[in-house]
C-alpha cells in the first residue's frame, strides 16, 4: 500500500512538474514576443531588458530568444531589427563568455552585459549620423532605461519562476506590474472577433490578480494599467487612469464574497466606471469584451492566497521583531553582567589577621589591661619594642593554637608583668571576637560571590537565549528550503515551522492535495528524509470552510526510558542518606540523579535531599545543567561553611537523540551494558559543597535500543571482593545477566549486595537502572 502511494505521489509530482514547466515557458514565451512588438518613441528598451533577464535561465534561452525576436520583426522597421538583433546577439556572446571564463553567475552582472552591448551597436549604427548631441542623449537614455529595467524585470520575472509558495515581496509584485504593462505595448492594434486584445487581457488580468492575490496587489496592478493605457493614448483622457485604478480596488476589495459576489462586483462598477468617464459609454463592443472577461474569469480555476504581498511584510516585520528581542536581551544580560561585576569588586577570603588587625587587637588589648597598671609607662613606653614583640608572639600562638595559655607567655614578659592572667583572659576573649568578626565577613564575601555567580549565570542564559532566536530562524529557512525543493511543485500553500510549548520544532503544510490514505505518511517521508530530526503526524484537518488541508508534524520522541530502583538503609539507622530522582523534562530530556550525602542518618540525608531537590527546581526552572550543579555546589558550600557534603551521579538522556550525559561530582562508577558489552564510566572529581570552585566535565554517549544503565551509591560499589576492595564481583554478575527488565535487575543487584555483606547493610545502599526503548516509526 506504502509503495502503491509512494508511486502515485511520485507521478502526481512529475507530471505536476511537466506542466508548470510548460506553462512557465509558454508565458515567458507570450512575453518575449509582445515586449518584441513594443516601441516607445522608437527605442526598445524593454526588449534588451527581457532578454538579458530571459538569457540568466539556460533551459529558456532558445526560446527566449526566438519569441523575442519573432515580435521584433513583426512589426518594427529593417533598422531596428537590425539594431536590436545584434544588440540581443551580443548579449548572448558576452554572457556566454562571462560564464565560461569566470564560471560563476551572470545574473549580478547581467545588467552591465545589456547596458555595454546597448551602447557598443548604438554608436556603431550610429556612427555617420551628424546629429550627435541628438544621439548621445538618446543612447544615454536608451542605455540608463536597459540598465534599470533588467533589474525591473528579473524581480519580474521571478514572481513567475519562483517555486517558493510562501508569499511574494511588494517589490517584486511592483516589478511584475511593470513587466506586465511593457508587454501590453505590444499587443496594441491586435484585435479578436473585433475587440480589442489589449483591453481584453487587461480586464482580465486586473479581476484575476484581485481575486487571488487581494486588494493590495490589484491596486498595484490597476494604477500600472491605468498608467500605461494613459501613456499609450488609447482614450486619449486621463479618466482611463481613474478607471483602471479604480477597478484594481474593486477586484480586491469584494474578494471574501466568493468568485461569483466579485464577479458581480466587477462588472457593476466597471459599467458605472464607463457611463461616468468613458469617452463613448456604453457600446456593444464594450459589453461583448465585459461579457467575455467575466465569463473566462468564472471558468479559470483560482485559489485565493491569503500569504502574497506578506512575506515583505511578514519578513521585516519578524526581522525587526528578532532584531529588537535580541537588541533588549542582550542589554538585560549585560545588565546581570554588570551587577555581577559590582559583587566580585570585593576583597578575596581571609584566612590570618593582616599586620593592621594585630595592631588594632594589640592595642585594644593594651587598652583594657595595661591602661590602669601601674608598669604601663615602663612597658608601652621605655621597653615598647620589647613589649611590642612579646605580645605579637601571644597572639601569632593564639592564632596558631586557637587558645593561649599562661605556660605560652615569653618569660621576660612573665616576670615583669603585673596581670598576666588577665592579659591572657583578655586575649583569648578579644581574639574570639576577631576571629568571629572574621568568619562573618568571609561568610559575607562567600555570599557577594554567591549572588556574583548567579548573576552571571542568568546573564549566560540570556545571551544563549539571544543567540539561539536568529540561529534558529536561519536554520529553519533552509529546513523548509530543503523541504519545498523535495516536494517540488506538488499544490503545497504554505510550509510553516515554529516551536511547540516543550521548545520542540513543529512544521505545517498547508496544501489543497487531497489527503487520501498514506498521502500525509508521504509527506512526513519526505520531511523526515530532509532533516536532521525525525518528525511524527500531530493532526491533519481543515482550514475552516476554504478546502485547505493542514498537516502537522512535530519532532518526533525516538526513544524512551524505563526505569527502576532498589534501596536499602544502614542497619540501625532509621533513614538513608542517598536520596534520588526521576526528573521528565517537557524538552524531551530525562534526567536520573543519584545524590549520597557524606556520613550516614539524618544528617547524611538532609544533604543529599538538599542537593537533589535545589537541582530539581533549578532545572525544571530552566537552568542548563551545568549551571545548576555549581548553584548547587555553592549553596552547599555556604550553607555548611565547607563542612558536610554530597556527592552527585547524574545521567541526562535525550530522549530525541538518544544521545546520554553522564556527570559525576565524586559519584562511583556507572556501568553501560550492551549486549554483551559492558562499559564502566567513571571520573575522578569532589563531592558538592567541598569547595568554592568545582570542576566537572560531560562523559557523552549515544546510547541504542535495549541499551542498560546502572548507577549505584559506594554502599554497593565499595563492597569487599576477596581481600581487595573493588568492583570485580559486580562486573561479572552485570555481564551474566540474561534479563533486559530495569526493576528485576535493580533488585537483583540489591539483593546481591545485601547477601555479600553477611546480610546486612554496612552502609546505605541505592541502585537505579534504566533501560533504552526505541520507539516504532
Same mark, same amino acid.
Given at each position: 500500500?506504502?509503495?502503491?502511494?509512494?508511486?502515485?505521489?511520485?507521478?502526481?509530482?512529475?507530471?505536476?512538474?511537466?506542466?508548470?514547466?510548460?506553462?512557465?515557458?509558454?508565458?515567458?514565451?507570450?512575453?518575449?514576443?509582445?515586449?518584441?512588438?513594443?516601441?516607445?518613441?522608437?527605442?526598445?528598451?524593454?526588449?534588451?531588458?527581457?532578454?538579458?533577464?530571459?538569457?540568466?535561465?539556460?533551459?529558456?534561452?532558445?526560446?527566449?530568444?526566438?519569441?523575442?525576436?519573432?515580435?521584433?520583426?513583426?512589426?518594427?522597421?529593417?533598422? $531596428?531589427?537590425?539594431?536590436? *538583433?545584434?544588440?540581443?546577439?551580443?548579449?548572448?556572446?558576452?554572457?556566454?563568455?562571462?560564464?565560461?571564463?569566470?564560471?560563476?553567475?551572470?545574473?549580478?552582472?547581467?545588467?552591465?552585459?545589456?547596458?555595454?552591448?546597448?551602447?557598443?551597436?548604438?554608436?556603431?549604427?550610429?556612427?555617420?549620423?551628424?546629429?550627435?548631441?541628438?544621439?548621445?542623449? /538618446?543612447?544615454?537614455?536608451?542605455?540608463?532605461?536597459?540598465?534599470?529595467?533588467?533589474?525591473?524585470?528579473?524581480?519580474?520575472?521571478?514572481?513567475?519562476?519562483?517555486?517558493?509558495?510562501?508569499?511574494?515581496?511588494?517589490?517584486?509584485?511592483?516589478?511584475?506590474?511593470?513587466?506586465?504593462?511593457?508587454?501590453?505595448?505590444?499587443?496594441?492594434?491586435?484585435?479578436?472577433?473585433?475587440?480589442?486584445?489589449?483591453?481584453?487581457?487587461?480586464?482580465?488580468?486586473?479581476?484575476?490578480?484581485?481575486?487571488?492575490?487581494?486588494?493590495?496587489?490589484?491596486?498595484?496592478?490597476?494604477?500600472?494599467?491605468?498608467?500605461?493605457?494613459?501613456?499609450?493614448?488609447?482614450?486619449?483622457?486621463?479618466?482611463?487612469?481613474?478607471?483602471?485604478?479604480?477597478?484594481?480596488? @474593486?477586484?480586491?476589495?469584494?474578494?471574501?464574497?466568493?468568485?461569483?459576489?466579485?464577479?458581480?462586483?466587477?462588472?457593476?462598477?466597471?459599467?458605472?466606471?464607463?457611463?461616468?468617464?468613458?469617452?463613448?459609454?456604453?457600446?456593444?463592443?464594450?459589453?461583448?469584451?465585459?461579457?467575455?472577461?467575466?465569463?473566462?474569469?468564472?471558468?479559470?480555476?483560482?485559489?485565493?492566497?491569503?500569504?502574497?504581498?506578506?512575506?515583505?511584510?511578514?519578513?521585516? $516585520?519578524?526581522?525587526?521583531?528578532?532584531?529588537?528581542?535580541?537588541?533588549?536581551?542582550?542589554?538585560?544580560?549585560?545588565?546581570?553582567?554588570?551587577?555581577? &561585576?559590582?559583587?566580585?569588586?570585593?576583597?578575596?577570603?581571609?584566612?590570618? *589577621?593582616?599586620?593592621?588587625?594585630?595592631?588594632?587587637?594589640?592595642?585594644?588589648? !593594651?587598652?583594657?589591661?595595661?591602661?590602669?597598671?601601674?608598669?604601663?609607662?615602663?612597658?608601652?613606653?621605655?621597653?615598647?619594642?620589647? /613589649?611590642?614583640?612579646?605580645?605579637?608572639?601571644?597572639?601569632?600562638?593564639?592564632?596558631?593554637?586557637?587558645?593561649?595559655?599562661?605556660?605560652?607567655?615569653?618569660?621576660?614578659?612573665?616576670?615583669?608583668?603585673?596581670?598576666?592572667?588577665?592579659?591572657?583572659?583578655?586575649?583569648?576573649?578579644?581574639?574570639?571576637?576577631?576571629? /568571629?568578626?572574621?568568619?562573618?565577613?568571609?561568610?559575607?564575601?562567600?555570599?557577594?560571590?554567591?549572588?556574583?555567580?548567579?548573576?552571571?549565570?542568568?546573564? $549566560?542564559?540570556?545571551?544563549?537565549?539571544?543567540?539561539?532566536?536568529?540561529?534558529?530562524?536561519?536554520?529553519?529557512?533552509?529546513?523548509?528550503?530543503?523541504?519545498?525543493?523535495?516536494?517540488?511543485?506538488?499544490?503545497?500553500?504554505?510550509?510553516?515551522?515554529?516551536?511547540?510549548?516543550?521548545?520542540?520544532?513543529?512544521?505545517?503544510?498547508?496544501?489543497?492535495?487531497?489527503?487520501?490514505?498514506?498521502?500525509?505518511?508521504?509527506?512526513?517521508?519526505?520531511?523526515?528524509?530532509?532533516?536532521?530530526?525525525?518528525?511524527?503526524? &500531530?493532526?491533519?484537518?481543515?482550514?475552516?470552510?476554504?478546502?485547505?488541508?493542514?498537516?502537522?508534524?512535530?519532532? &518526533?520522541?525516538?526513544?524512551?526510558?524505563?526505569?527502576?530502583?532498589?534501596?536499602?538503609?544502614?542497619?540501625?539507622?532509621?533513614?538513608?542518606?542517598?536520596?534520588?530522582?526521576?526528573?521528565?523534562?517537557?524538552?524531551?530530556?530525562?534526567?536520573?540523579?543519584?545524590?549520597?550525602?557524606?556520613?550516614?542518618?539524618?544528617?547524611?540525608?538532609?544533604?543529599?535531599?538538599?542537593?537533589?531537590?535545589?537541582?530539581?527546581?533549578?532545572?525544571?526552572?530552566?537552568?542548563?545543567?551545568?549551571?545548576?550543579?555549581?548553584?548547587?555546589?555553592?549553596? *552547599?558550600?555556604?550553607?555548611?561553611?565547607?563542612?558536610?557534603? !554530597?556527592?552527585?551521579?547524574?545521567?541526562?538522556?535525550?530522549?530525541?537523540?538518544?544521545?546520554?550525559?553522564?556527570?559525576?561530582?565524586?559519584?562511583?562508577?556507572?556501568?553501560?551494558?550492551?549486549?554483551?558489552?559492558?562499559? &564502566?564510566?567513571?571520573?575522578?572529581?569532589?563531592?558538592?559543597?567541598?569547595?568554592?570552585?568545582?570542576?566537572?566535565?560531560?562523559?557523552?554517549?549515544?546510547?541504542?535500543?535495549?541499551?542498560?544503565?546502572?548507577?549505584?551509591?559506594?554502599?554497593?560499589?565499595?563492597?569487599?571482593?576477596?581481600?581487595?576492595?573493588?568492583?570485580?564481583?559486580?562486573?561479572?554478575?552485570?555481564?551474566?545477566?540474561?534479563?533486559?527488565?530495569?526493576?528485576?535487575?535493580?533488585?537483583?543487584?540489591?539483593?546481591?549486595?545485601?547477601?555479600? !555483606?553477611?546480610?546486612?547493610? !554496612?552502609?546505605?545502599?541505592?541502585?537505579? @537502572?534504566?533501560?533504552?526503548?526505541?520507539?516504532?516509526?
Amino acid at each position: 500500500m506504502s509503495k502503491m502511494v509512494s508511486t502515485t505521489i511520485e507521478k502526481r509530482r512529475v507530471n505536476t512538474e511537466r506542466l508548470s514547466t510548460l506553462a512557465k515557458g509558454a508565458i515567458i514565451c507570450v512575453l518575449g514576443f509582445m515586449i518584441g512588438r513594443g516601441v516607445v518613441e522608437t527605442i526598445s528598451p524593454m526588449l534588451v531588458a527581457y532578454y538579458g533577464c530571459v538569457f540568466e535561465n539556460k533551459k529558456m534561452r532558445i526560446w527566449g530568444f526566438l519569441s523575442t525576436v519573432l515580435g521584433l520583426v513583426s512589426i518594427q522597421t529593417i533598422p $531596428n531589427v537590425f539594431k536590436y *538583433l545584434s544588440i540581443m546577439i551580443m548579449v548572448t556572446l558576452l554572457g556566454t563568455i562571462v560564464e565560461m571564463v569566470y564560471k560563476k553567475n551572470i545574473r549580478y552582472v547581467m545588467g552591465v552585459i545589456c547596458t555595454v552591448s546597448t551602447i557598443a551597436v548604438v554608436i556603431g549604427t550610429k556612427i555617420y549620423v551628424k546629429d550627435y548631441k541628438l544621439s548621445i542623449v /538618446t543612447l544615454l537614455l536608451e542605455a540608463a532605461s536597459v540598465f534599470l529595467l533588467t533589474i525591473l524585470f528579473r524581480k519580474g520575472l521571478s514572481f513567475l519562476t519562483d517555486t517558493n509558495k510562501e508569499g511574494v515581496a511588494k517589490e517584486t509584485f511592483i516589478s511584475f506590474s511593470i513587466l506586465a504593462c511593457a508587454a501590453t505595448l505590444g499587443m496594441m492594434g491586435i484585435t479578436v472577433i473585433q475587440v480589442s486584445l489589449l483591453q481584453l487581457i487587461a480586464l482580465n488580468v486586473l479581476l484575476y490578480i484581485g481575486f487571488q492575490y487581494g486588494l493590495e496587489a490589484s491596486s498595484i496592478m490597476g494604477v500600472a494599467i491605468g498608467f500605461a493605457a494613459y501613456y499609450t493614448k488609447s482614450s486619449g483622457v486621463v479618466d482611463e487612469f481613474i478607471i483602471w485604478s479604480i477597478l484594481g480596488v @474593486v477586484a480586491g476589495l469584494f474578494r471574501d464574497i466568493g468568485k461569483v459576489g466579485t464577479a458581480i462586483a466587477y462588472f457593476t462598477a466597471f459599467i458605472f466606471l464607463t457611463l461616468q468617464y468613458g469617452p463613448n459609454g456604453i457600446d456593444f463592443k464594450t459589453m461583448e469584451m465585459l461579457i467575455l472577461t467575466i465569463g473566462l474569469f468564472l471558468l479559470m480555476p483560482t485559489r485565493k492566497k491569503e500569504r502574497i504581498i506578506q512575506r515583505e511584510l511578514t519578513e521585516e $516585520n519578524e526581522n525587526e521583531l528578532e532584531k529588537m528581542i535580541h537588541q533588549k536581551l542582550n542589554r538585560f544580560a549585560l545588565t546581570y553582567e554588570n551587577i555581577a &561585576k559590582k559583587f566580585v569588586r570585593v576583597k578575596p577570603l581571609q584566612e590570618q *589577621l593582616t599586620n593592621n588587625e594585630i595592631n588594632q587587637l594589640i592595642d585594644h588589648v !593594651a587598652d583594657k589591661v595595661c591602661k590602669e597598671c601601674s608598669m604601663c609607662n615602663m612597658c608601652w613606653q621605655k621597653d615598647f619594642y620589647d /613589649t611590642y614583640r612579646a605580645v605579637y608572639s601571644i597572639l601569632s600562638a593564639v592564632e596558631s593554637k586557637g587558645e593561649v595559655l599562661v605556660e605560652d607567655i615569653p618569660s621576660e614578659f612573665y616576670k615583669q608583668c603585673l596581670k598576666v592572667d588577665e592579659f591572657v583572659i583578655m586575649v583569648n576573649r578579644v581574639f574570639e571576637i576577631y576571629k /568571629t568578626n572574621l568568619r562573618w565577613e568571609n561568610k559575607m564575601i562567600e555570599h557577594r560571590g554567591l549572588f556574583a555567580d548567579q548573576f552571571l549565570n542568568v546573564s $549566560n542564559i540570556i545571551k544563549t537565549l539571544s543567540e539561539s532566536v536568529t540561529k534558529s530562524r536561519e536554520a529553519q529557512s533552509i529546513f523548509i528550503n530543503k523541504i519545498r525543493n523535495e516536494l517540488g511543485n506538488l499544490d503545497v500553500i504554505d510550509i510553516q515551522m515554529d516551536y511547540c510549548s516543550n521548545e520542540r520544532q513543529q512544521i505545517i503544510i498547508d496544501t489543497s492535495l487531497e489527503m487520501e490514505a498514506g498521502i500525509t505518511k508521504e509527506l512526513l517521508k519526505i520531511i523526515n528524509k530532509v532533516g536532521p530530526q525525525k518528525f511524527s503526524i &500531530k493532526e491533519v484537518g481543515d482550514i475552516l470552510e476554504s478546502g485547505i488541508k493542514r498537516c502537522v508534524f512535530t519532532e &518526533k520522541e525516538n526513544y524512551k526510558l524505563v526505569k527502576g530502583y532498589a534501596s536499602i538503609h544502614k542497619n540501625e539507622q532509621p533513614v538513608s542518606g542517598d536520596c534520588y530522582t526521576f526528573i521528565d523534562l517537557e524538552s524531551g530530556k530525562d534526567i536520573i540523579a543519584l545524590s549520597d550525602g557524606m556520613g550516614t542518618g539524618e544528617r547524611a540525608l538532609m544533604e543529599s535531599k538538599a542537593t537533589i531537590e535545589m537541582l530539581e527546581q533549578l532545572v525544571e526552572g530552566g537552568f542548563e545543567i551545568d549551571v545548576a550543579i555549581k548553584t548547587v555546589n555553592s549553596i *552547599l558550600g555556604i550553607r555548611n561553611n565547607h563542612q558536610a557534603f !554530597a556527592t552527585l551521579d547524574i545521567s541526562m538522556v535525550d530522549r530525541y537523540t538518544g544521545e546520554c550525559s553522564f556527570i559525576k561530582s565524586g559519584a562511583v562508577s556507572t556501568f553501560l551494558k550492551r549486549g554483551e558489552h559492558l562499559e &564502566k564510566i567513571k571520573t575522578d572529581t569532589l563531592p558538592l559543597g567541598m569547595f568554592k570552585e568545582i570542576e566537572f566535565s560531560a562523559l557523552k554517549r549515544r546510547l541504542k535500543a535495549d541499551d542498560v544503565v546502572i548507577m549505584m551509591s559506594d554502599g554497593i560499589s565499595d563492597l569487599p571482593y576477596g581481600k581487595e576492595q573493588n568492583t570485580l564481583w559486580l562486573e561479572e554478575m552485570i555481564e551474566q545477566l540474561d534479563s533486559l527488565n530495569p526493576q528485576r535487575i535493580a533488585d537483583l543487584i540489591l539483593d546481591t549486595a545485601k547477601a555479600k !555483606a553477611g546480610g546486612s547493610a !554496612a552502609d546505605d545502599m541505592t541502585v537505579l @537502572v534504566f533501560r533504552v526503548w526505541e520507539k516504532a516509526i
